[in-house]
């Protein structure tokens, strides 16, 4: 019987995968790693257009999967690197934001060459941190509408805010003002401080139940991140929403349940422009017809 409990209960030895990339691809690197986003790492290197990647604490086959869809170099992890929920590497978008955790992390990032807006969302919240495949496409495609509407005036409503990042988000990427809700009271409160951390100006965050909600006006970019069955119940409002030549992002759809939601958006007269599945997960980009 062993005497040291400890070697009873021995850990299966940690891989890191390491690979040099152009930054050009940084943001194509953090969609194709995304889960593994806790524990990927990118680094600019001083004086070079590249930048380092690294994915911590994998097993080895999780390692050798990497390096084989990927090429790269696979080295057993010597010192144990902590993983913490409370502790996430920033978030690239599309080059325009940084979605960090902190004031400390938005002041290295800011003063970087090429520096981007970042938005900071505290660590080790349940929702809307940018980590979640559905969030982060969200603010991908946010990222993308807010390309093609340079140049014009532009608001946002942001329908299952939770953090309040998508309409910070906006606001940082031009839009004139955004309107937030939510249904869960902690949601709102939490998007509240959020908004007054950032020190964005023009969001107004309220509780709001989509379901008793009726649009009594249209905006150019209408965000739903929402569960598939409400999406569906809602599709019509949302369509209602959506101003002639806006764009609706949506997003919260399991595979399973993607058909359903494409159909209620098309029966409400949107059509999908744009799916992306992540895991299990659907978030799509459509248009009025």
């Not at 906006?170 to 009271?185: E, M, T, V």
């Amino acid at each position: 019987m062993p005497t040291n409990p400890a070697a009873a209960k021995k850990q299966p030895a940690l891989c890191m995968w390491r690979k040099l990339s152009a930054a050009q691809w940084e943001d194509v690197w953090w969609d194709r790693l995304s889960e593994f986003s806790d524990r990927l790492a990118s680094t600019a290197l001083p004086g070079a257009k590249t930048i380092r990647l690294e994915v911590f604490a994998l097993t080895r086959a999780q390692a050798e999967r990497l390096r084989a869809n990927f090429g790269g170099s696979v080295s057993a992890q010597k010192t144990p690197r902590a993983v913490s929920a409370a502790v996430r590497a920033p978030i690239r978008v599309r080059g325009k934001l940084v979605v960090v955790t902190s004031e400390r992390e938005r002041a290295a990032v800011t003063k970087m060459p090429g520096a981007r807006r970042a938005v900071v969302i505290p660590a080790g919240m349940a929702f809307g941190t940018g980590d979640h495949a559905t969030t982060a496409t969200c603010l991908r495609f946010l990222a993308d509408v807010s390309g093609e509407l340079a140049g014009e005036p532009w608001e946002m409503l942001d329908l299952g805010c939770g953090s309040g990042i998508l309409a910070i988000a906006a606001r940082l990427l031009g839009a004139r003002r955004a309107a937030a809700g939510d249904f869960d009271p902690h949601a709102v409160r939490t998007a509240k401080e959020n908004v007054q951390l950032n020190a964005v100006t023009g969001v107004r965050v309220t509780k709001l139940d989509v379901r008793a909600w009726q649009p009594a006006r249209t905006w150019r970019v209408v965000a739903a991140n929402l569960f598939s069955g409400l999406l569906v119940e809602i599709a019509p409002k949302l369509a209602a929403a959506v101003a002639p030549g806006g764009w609706l992002v949506f997003s919260g759809v399991l595979r399973v349940q993607e058909a359903e939601v494409v159909a209620a958006l098309h029966g409400a007269g949107l059509r999908i422009v744009r799916v992306v599945r992540k895991g299990k997960w659907v978030s799509g980009l459509a248009r009025p017809v």
